[in-house]
């Protein structure tokens, strides 16, 4: 079974190989590459020779296609900093943000990361899982409006909703396998800003996640440090196939904990590896490899815990994928 099989089938909750590994890797190709990223991210050329570079050295089992999180900011308006090589840029301002529907085209980065996915997908996407990541509706809109959200927030959401629906499509028209949500950015403030718009916020969701199943991808959501006991009303409301869970240590209890949920909700739990600590990265993951050594848990994935250090050791990298594979 290769990885994109195995990947598939761990949304599918149906996996019978080992657990697969998906990395957020993004400064880290680019540095691997030698490519600045901020020129990496303006190249297609340069772009897809990164992401493949990094995979092909690696061997994870899902190459997700960038980790960052202001392009669809940017497309609305709000100004970026970029500091350092291998460091994705940051929002400085959306003081110039316009209430109106905007599209993909309008963005510089944005036709370079699809044609990218494409290139991707077809030089790598029969061995490897291909994941596209985005900035979910709750974070794209709380980036945009920061705490002035006024009257026309509802008009927000639904604008932000028709920009990452138009990019749902074209991605998943490239036959990806995935979309990857990022609700990480608002940590613990996620199921706040959710249930207190969840109407609006739902019915975004709902058109995103029938749009990807309709193209028989998965669609996946990446939270941080939210408490466990929302998962059951974040599946009862959303109803993703699999959810990232960052910023979680977790013990055998919790293990045992998600194991029920992922059962009897019917969802994937994505368990994260602290990539940046090599002593909490080889605690991490010992307990998680134990649990399912000794527990059929066939919805449990490996997830990094943030994007990957660009200055990481590589061969620290190596060593926890051979583990994984038990070579």
């Not at 699809?114 to 794209?140: D, F, N, W």
Request: hydrophobic share 40%; aromatic share 10%.
């Amino acid at each position: 079974m290769n990885s994109k099989v195995a990947f598939r089938n761990t949304l599918k909750l149906t996996n019978t190989d080992r657990p697969v590994f998906v990395p957020f890797v993004y400064g880290l190709a680019a540095k691997i590459s030698q490519f600045p990223l901020q020129e990496m991210a303006s190249n297609a050329t340069y772009y897809t020779h990164s992401l493949e570079d990094a995979y092909k050295l690696l061997q994870y089992d899902g190459i997700v296609n960038n980790f960052d999180a202001t392009m669809e900011a940017e497309t609305f308006g709000c100004e970026l900093e970029w500091s350092g090589d291998y460091v994705a840029p940051r929002t400085t301002s959306c003081s110039q943000f316009e209430l109106r529907e905007v599209n993909p085209e309008e963005s510089s980065r944005i036709p370079i990361l699809l044609e990218t996915t494409k290139r991707v997908v077809m030089s790598q996407g029969k061995e490897a899982a291909v994941i596209a990541v985005l900035t979910g509706p709750c974070s794209l809109v709380k980036t945009i409006t920061g705490d002035e959200e006024g009257e026309n927030i509802e008009n927000v959401i639904s604008l932000a909703g028709k920009l990452l629906t138009k990019l749902t499509k074209s991605l998943c028209e490239l036959k990806i396998d995935a979309v990857f949500f990022r609700e990480d950015l608002l940590g613990t403030e996620y199921p706040a800003e959710l249930l207190l718009r969840n109407k609006a916020y739902a019915a975004v969701y709902a058109t995103l996640f029938n749009l990807i199943k309709y193209y028989n991808c998965y669609p996946v959501l990446i939270v941080k440090d939210i408490e466990f006991d929302f998962l059951t009303n974040l599946q009862s409301m959303l109803g993703p196939s699999g959810v990232g869970l960052l910023g979680k240590k977790v013990s055998d209890d919790d293990l045992a904990h998600l194991k029920k949920l992922s059962d009897s909700l019917k969802v994937s739990f994505g368990l994260p590896l602290p990539m940046g600590n090599q002593p909490e990265l080889l605690e991490q993951f010992t307990t998680i490899s134990n649990f399912m050594s000794k527990n059929n848990s066939p919805g449990f994935f490996y997830v990094s815990d943030g994007e990957v250090p660009y200055d990481m050791p590589l061969e620290i990298i190596h060593d926890l994928i051979a583990k994984m594979r038990n070579v």
